[in-house]
């Protein structure tokens, strides 16, 4: 199975969020994940709130049971929604979350750059 494909199964299997479903989520108390790298955040700006957790240690800071488990890594249960800059990485990163028994994990379709159109609130880019 090519990654395309990979792709598509592991959408099928999450509950996708528009960028402004996902801003009424974050407002019902899920967390939105920015794992975007530094570089990225720096030239486009992040999402105020947003918490920031590079994709390199996604799993080991968002999961309760881990010892180096962020201080909003509370439950299994929470909601976190995970962006990318557009939408696909962020999509593997929810199936690897759900994998590690994080049931209600999803990803923002069309990540950061999605957002940013709809005209949600968006801190600048530095410098």
Known sequence: MGIDARLAAVRRSLDRLHPHEAHAAVARGA???????EFQRRADGTVPGALIVERNHL????????????????????RWIVLCDEGYASSLAAASL????????????GGFQAWRRAGLPVTPAAG
């Open 98 to 109: 759900r994998w590690i028994g994080l049931p209600r994990a999803t990803d923002l379709i």
């Open 31 to 37: 967390v939105l994940v920015d794992t975007r790298p």
């Open 59 to 78: 799993e080991w800071r968002l999961d309760p049971a881990s010892s180096g488990a962020l201080p909003e890594a509370t439950s299994a249960t929470i």
